[in-house]
T-cell receptor
Framework: NAGVTQTPKFQVLKTGQSMTLQCAQD?????MSWYRQDPGMGLRLIHY???????DQGEVPNGYNVSRSTTEDFPLRLLSAAPSQTSVYFC????????????FGQGTRLTVV | DAKTTQPTSMDCAEGRAANLPCNHS???????VYWYRQIHSQGPQYIIH???NNETNEMASLIITEDRKSSTLILPHATLRDTAVYYC????????????FGTGTKLQVIP
């Protein structure tokens, strides 16, 4: 199984550009989420989804949009990139219910210049 | 979700047991204690979780105090490949909707 796949692995953007970070999972998980990790810090939740058509904000949602049209995909959109969004982004998925663990992608390293 | 507190860093000699503590004094009855680790800048990897009882799998053991206010992750024979940041979180699981991973414990395994 591929698990959670994130693309691209690396990206450089200019300030003001837009882009979409892709996340796909093949485990039929209901829950998906996006985190960002800045140097020397833990992971902070950006947005999450409990199922297709349902999304909600996490701890640091400003500057990011998400949608969940299918169970498999959960793209993260940056509408107008800013240097403060330079970070490593991780996508995670897990099944519904209690007592389940999360599976993480390998991350997208984004630099905004 | 309950807040957890971990030491910033720890060292462990290769081949010895690594004992990583975590405090979660505000944990609620339906929250599990989860441990993940992050090697270099890879995506976090699940290690183990438990509710009340001690748990063991092929990677580690988890010891939870009777009052559930703290726990210890034990890597029985640490290797250099166990050098990583270890995160302890308290969550009902199933989505991690509002879980924020703190800064974790940086474990350095020394040859």
């Amino acid at each position: 199984n591929a698990g959670v796949t994130q693309t691209p692995k690396f990206q450089v953007l200019k300030t003001g550009q837009s882009m979409t970070l892709q996340c796909a999972q093949d485990m039929n998980h209901e829950y998906m989420s996006w985190y960002r990790q800045d140097p020397g810090m833990g992971l902070r939740l950006i947005h999450y989804s409990v199922g297709a058509g349902i999304t909600d904000q996490g701890e640091v949602p400003n500057g990011y949009n998400v949608s969940r049209s299918t169970t498999e995909d959960f793209p993260l959109r940056l509408l107008s990139a800013a240097p403060s969004q330079t970070s490593v982004y991780f996508c995670a998925s897990s099944s519904a219910g209690m007592n389940t663990e999360a599976f993480f992608g390998q991350g997208t390293r984004l630099t905004v210049v | 979700d309950a807040k957890t507190t971990q030491p910033t860093s720890m060292d462990c000699a290769e081949g010895r047991a690594a004992n990583l503590p975590c405090n979660h004094s505000t944990i609620s009855g339906n929250e599990y204690v989860y441990w993940y680790r992050q090697i270099h800048s890879q995506g976090p990897q699940y290690i183990i979780h438990g509710l009340k009882n001690n748990e063991t799998n092929e990677m580690a053991s988890l010891i939870i105090t009777e009052d559930r206010k703290s726990s210890t992750l034990i890597l029985p024979h640490a290797t250099l490949r166990d050098t990583a940041v270890y995160y302890c979180i308290a969550s009902p699981g199933g989505g991690y909707q509002k879980v924020t991973f703190g800064t974790g414990t940086k474990l350095q395994v020394i040859p």
